[in-house]
C-alpha cells in the first residue's frame, strides 16, 4: 500500500514519513515543489537507509494519487490546500493531522477555525474524500527517532466507517501505537484542541509525550 503525505515536507510529515516507510510501506513525501519533496526524501533516506527504502518526494498532487493521503500542512493552509486537490481525492481515505494552535507569549492556545475543527474544514474542502483525523498528539520529534520507541494511542475520527477502520489499521502497523475509534468527525474540534494542552505539558516538561488511554477493553 501507497501513502502520500500533502505537506510532508515539514517535521510532522516527514516523521510520520520516515515511520511509515520503516513497517514497509511506500511512502510519497508531496510538497508544493516536487524538487523539494524529492530533496528531503533523500535525505531522510541518507539518514535511515535501508529502513526507509521506499520512500519517495513527489508533488502533492502526485502524492494525491496515492492509495491513503494524510494532510500535514500547517492549520491554517490546510482547507485550501485540501480544495485544490479535491478531485484527485474522490472515494480516498484522507487523514487530517492539522491542529490549529497559536503561539501566545509562552504558551500555545488552540484555534477554533471555521466549521469548528479542521478534520470537519477538510472534509468540507473535499465532500467526496472518506476524510478521518489521526496523528494530533504524536510528538514529531518523538515520531521522526526511529531509534526511539513509540508508546502512544492515536485517536481516530471520521463520518466513514470504513475510514475509521482503514485508519486505525494503518496506525496499527507502527510499532508502540494504538488506534482508537473516537467517534465521528465532530470529535475532531476537542482532539484538535487538547493538543495545545498536551504541548504545554511538553513545554513544561521538557518531554515529548503523547496520550494513552488506560482501562480500555479492546
Ligand atoms: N510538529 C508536530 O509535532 C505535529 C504533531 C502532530 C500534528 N501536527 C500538525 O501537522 C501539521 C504539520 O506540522 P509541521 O510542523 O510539519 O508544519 P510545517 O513545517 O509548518 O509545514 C509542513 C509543510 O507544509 C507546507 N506548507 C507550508 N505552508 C503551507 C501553506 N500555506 N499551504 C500549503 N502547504 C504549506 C510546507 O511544505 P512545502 O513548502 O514543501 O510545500 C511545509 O514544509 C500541522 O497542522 C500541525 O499542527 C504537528
Same mark, same amino acid.
Not at 493531522?97 to 497559536?102: Q, S, V
Not at 484538535?192 to 494542552?197: D, G, I, P, S
Given at each position: 500500500m501507497e501513502v502520500g503525505i500533502v505537506g510532508g515536507t515539514g517535521p510532522a510529515g516527514k516523521a510520520l514519513a520516515v515511520r511509515l516507510a520503516s513497517v514497509g510501506l511506500a511512502v510519497s513525501i508531496g510538497s508544493r515543489s516536487a524538487e523539494r519533496g524529492?530533496?528531503?526524501a533523500a535525505q531522510l533516506r541518507e539518514k535511515w537507509g535501508s529502513q526507509v527504502a521506499d520512500l519517495r518526494g513527489a508533488s502533492n498532487e502526485i502524492a494525491c494519487a496515492s492509495d491513503m493521503v494524510v494532510v500535514a500542512t500547517p492549520w491554517d493552509g490546510a482547507p485550501q490546500t485540501v480544495a485544490g486537490l479535491a478531485g484527485l481525492l474522490d472515494g480516498k481515505v484522507v487523514i487530517s493531522? +492539522?491542529?490549529?494552535?497559536?503561539k501566545v507569549g509562552d504558551d500555545i492556545e488552540a484555534v477554533v477555525p471555521a466549521r469548528g475543527s479542521l478534520c470537519v474544514a477538510v472534509q468540507g474542502a473535499a465532500p467526496r474524500a472518506l476524510v478521518s483525523g489521526a496523528f494530533h498528539h504524536l510528538p514529531a520529534r518523538a515520531l521522526a527517532n526511529l531509534e526511539e520507541s513509540l508508546d502512544?494511542?492515536?485517536l481516530v475520527c471520521s463520518d466513514h466507517a470504513a475510514a475509521t477502520k482503514a485508519t486505525i489499521e494503518l496506525v496499527n502497523r507502527i510499532p508502540g501505537c494504538r488506534g482508537i475509534d473516537a467517534g465521528t468527525l465532530s470529535a475532531a474540534a476537542a482532539i484538535?484542541?487538547?493538543? +495545545?494542552?498536551l504541548i504545554g505539558v511538553n513545554i513544561r516538561s521538557r518531554s515529548h509525550a503523547s496520550i494513552r488511554l488506560t482501562g480500555l477493553r479492546t
Open positions: 524529492e530533496e528531503i493531522m +492539522a491542529n490549529a494552535l497559536f502512544a494511542d492515536v484538535e484542541a487538547f493538543t +495545545a494542552v
